[in-house]
């Protein structure tokens, strides 16, 4: 649900409330007064939390990544900036450890962020269904988060290059793409889907 839709509802809500408070008052219903309080009371909580949160769009896991972090571990990555044709690329680039994992183990670089994606019917390719795994990463790099998740890339374009790709047109930076590589771990045999790459494209214009 988006902020702004949620705001109206408890404002709505608020209304109807005061109204009921003082239809209460005027009545001299006593015995209502304390859960009338009690409403406005949760409904003013609640929308004070809507009015300072940064969330455009609301979920139970969003909302609890808001009000309680996680503890995000602080992950190696190299940042580069070039500027093409028509717009000006910043590119991400998170640190894959070698094969052996020998700078990983000797505490050197970081194991890369994971993606949490769900594997399509087709079973061939995956969709980022929750985008709160990589909106961890972005609040890491000081990035606006996205508001929705995104399918693979090549569902939409039948081109093959576009495996692991994912990309965000309507970004407030610009085109925002993720590309995602396998993770694996030798000496632990932990392996997932990770985060490699996050590329946005600003217009120049």
Known sequence: MATSLAKNIIIVLLAIDIIWLIYIL????????GRAIVAALVLGVI????????????SFKAIKNDLFPPEIPN????????????????????????SDNSDETAGKVSPPPELKLKMDPNGRTFTLDDP?????????????????????????????NDQGIYRWDDYPQ??????????????TLQSYYCLSRIIIDSSKY
């Open 26 to 33: 005027l009545k001299s219903h006593a015995e209502s007064l």
């Open 132 to 160: 709160e795994s990589l909106n961890i990463v972005l609040k890491q790099l000081n990035l606006p988060p996205v508001d929705n998740g995104a399918p693979e890339l090549s569902t939409l374009t039948g081109n093959a």
């Open 174 to 187: 610009g085109t925002l793409t993720v590309e995602r590589s396998l993770y694996q771990n030798k000496n």
């Open 47 to 58: 929308f004070y939390y809507l009015q300072a949160t940064s969330l455009q769009y609301l």
């Open 75 to 98: 992950y190696s990555f190299t940042k580069t900036e070039a500027d093409t044709q028509y717009s000006h690329r910043t590119i991400y680039t998170f640190m894959i450890a070698f």
